[in-house]
């Protein structure tokens, strides 16, 4: 029984490095090439709109209200109109996630101020003003150079999170082999 979960361990810490290896690539990819990363996160983005707007369309027949049906409608038709939109136009829609993204931004910072004014006399407080300042100067720094930042931000924040989600799941899968195998 030890060596069958031994070897089960194996396998599982085997497939966990063979996806951390393709996670820092890819990321190391999207930082490469963030304007073609930012297109295919748009494209991304496009298709689960479109299929946001077929479930919803599914859904209006469900409803049991007449004011039901024509939301639900309603909401697969925008759905639907922004994804084929998106999926058309994709460096309009890479501009336009870029714009949201430094909205998220601000809110997100601003929020975190909140956090901070709250808990302020609390220690490690410090940390949640630092993440307001960075989150801010962050959102400041994409929104200023709107629209040409479209061009980077999108590809290159998400193939850093990438690059450090594969190098994490990496050590963690490493670690597990070094004390369970």
Known sequence: MPNEISSRVRTAT???IVVSVLLIVAGFL????PQVAGIAITGLVA???LFSAVLHLMLAWRSGTAGGVVWEILLGVVY??????LLAHPAVGLAS????LAVYLVIEGVLEFAAWWQLRSSSGAVWLLIDGIVTLVLAMMIASTWPSSAAWVIGTLVGI???F??????MLSLTVRRYIV
């Not at 996630?97 to 949201?100: D, G, I, R």
Request: hydrophobic residues 65%.
């Open 14 to 16: 085997t497939w966990s």
């Open 80 to 85: 639907g109109a922004i994804a084929f939109y």
């Open 97 to 100: 996630l870029t714009l949201a």
């Open 165 to 170: 989600s594969g190098i994490s799941r990496l």
């Open 47 to 49: 298709w689960l709109l």
């Open 161 to 163: 999170s990438m690059l």
């Open 30 to 33: 999207a930082i490469a090439v």
